[in-house]
Nanobody
């Protein structure tokens, strides 16, 4: 069974930075797409960014373009999200997303809380 463990969240002031990590463990085969979603209180979960297996193609939501950078380390089955110039509206629980080449999506992990506040 594959498990996702997110880390790196916390409380940061507006304009600050955080780096999130997500490690996938267990019986992992043919991981393809990895990414991040987030869910703010009272809102639906939304896509933040995704990255393909080779890392050659990335996709970002408009609201994070130019501020967030997604990357991955395939040897460690880990995906990262570097978040700069954070805004209060970035406050949310951030969840890792992992999909295999066959289209199987790994169940969500616990997520990591990001709070941007002065």
């Amino acid at each position: 069974q594959v498990q996702l463990v997110e880390s790196g969240g916390g409380l940061v002031q507006p304009g600050g930075s955080l780096r999130l990590s997500c490690a996938a463990s267990g019986s992992i085969f043919n991981i393809n797409l990895m990414g991040w979603y987030r869910q703010a209180p009272g809102k639906e979960r939304e896509l933040v960014a995704t990255i393909t297996n080779s890392g050659s193609w990335t996709n970002y939501a408009d609201f994070v373009k130019g501020r967030f950078t997604i990357s991955r380390d395939n040897a460690k089955n880990t995906v990262y999200l570097q978040m700069n110039s954070l805004k209060p509206e970035d406050t949310a629980v951030y969840y890792c997303y992992v999909r295999s080449r066959t289209g199987t999506v790994v169940p969500w992990g616990q997520g990591t809380q990001v709070t941007v506040s002065s």
